[in-house]
């Protein structure tokens, strides 16, 4: 289960941000996770209350953020953001396409605690 891992990394980077900030308590991390990145957010949420006990950010809630998969399409010259992400076509020309705009990330963009 992969997500333990990101979820250990993501408790790591909330701890030195904080600490780099002042921050005495952090109550919540916000997170995006694109929906072609790989992580299950039901396991990535398991896994952040295991990855979080003991730490100075225990107790803290993790929000994610959902990124759809957005594409581009060379035929039309034009983004899309796809309702689901399989299969990869341009929803205006049919064409395949694998050029991802955003949906892969995995990214921790704001904490949330006090002084």
């Known amino acids: 289960?992969?997500?333990?891992?990101?979820?250990?990394?993501?408790?790591?980077l909330a701890i030195e941000t904080a600490?780099?900030?002042d921050l005495k308590k952090v109550d919540a991390l916000h997170v995006k996770l694109g929906v072609f990145s790989g992580v299950v957010k039901e396991a990535l949420?398991?896994?952040?209350?295991?990855?979080?006990?003991?730490?100075?950010?225990?107790g803290a809630r993790l929000i994610i953020d959902e990124i759809p998969l957005k594409i581009?399409?060379?035929?039309?010259?034009?983004?899309?953001?796809?309702p689901k992400p399989i299969p990869m076509?341009?929803?205006e020309c049919n064409i395949?396409?694998?050029?991802?705009?955003?949906?892969?990330?995995?990214?921790?963009?704001?904490?949330?605690?006090?002084g």
């Open 1 to 12: 289960m992969h997500e333990l891992s990101i979820a250990y990394s993501l408790v790591q």
């Open 19 to 21: 600490k780099q900030n």
């Open 45 to 58: 949420e398991f896994s952040f209350d295991i990855a979080t006990e003991g730490t100075g950010i225990e």
């Open 72 to 82: 581009y399409c060379s035929q039309c010259e034009s983004e899309y953001v796809l």
């Open 89 to 91: 076509k341009c929803p």
């Open 96 to 114: 395949s396409t694998g050029e991802i705009l955003e949906g892969k990330e995995i990214e921790l963009y704001s904490l949330v605690g006090g």
